[in-house]
């Protein structure tokens, strides 16, 4: 919160709140006392988070207590078998979970969160990462299942790897 109260007060235009990375927010204790902090000390800034959506469902009433208006979800993969090509694992309830059994759990909980976050009125935003061969063919189902769920805005982002991935390459621009 000392650094929202730095930027605030040499920016007084900034009227946004955004909470992202690195790791998944929704996953620590910090994000929710920023919040609530965020709350008591500035109150008429706008409040986002952005998230994997594992957690958004058991999380969505604590990010709605704390004024969160704004949820970005990232969602790559409409089914668990194209999901266990992108997410090696999942930490659920201290446990990981690999595989398919990982990605489906990680898919019900996303579209459980964006449900949920649809429900009390916040603005639901979804980034998908592109990935060539992968993802590809299911980007237009994701996009009409956001949209079918409510959510306001629908982004492709390409990949961009930040190693290299064996046989994983980022999009061309003709692509």
Known sequence: IEMVKKVMAKFTYIKVLGIAGPGE????EETFETLRLAKEQFPNLIKCISTNGLLLPAKIDLLEKY???NVTVTWNALTPDVGEQIYSWVTWEGKRITGR???ALLLENQIRGIQEAVKRHMIVK?????????????????????SELG???FNVIP?????????????TPAE
């Not at 927010?25 to 620590?28: F, R, Y």
């Not at 190693?163 to 980022?170: E, I, L, Q, R, W």
């Open 159 to 171: 990949l961009i790897p930040q190693y290299k991935f064996a046989g994983v390459t980022p999009p």
């Open 126 to 146: 979804v980034n998908c990462v592109y990935i060539p061969g992968v993802n590809d063919m299911q980007i237009p189902d994701i996009a009409k299942k956001s």
């Open 101 to 103: 059994e990982g990605a």
């Open 67 to 69: 004024d969160v208006g």
């Open 151 to 153: 959510v306001y805005t």
């Open 25 to 28: 927010p929704l996953a620590n």
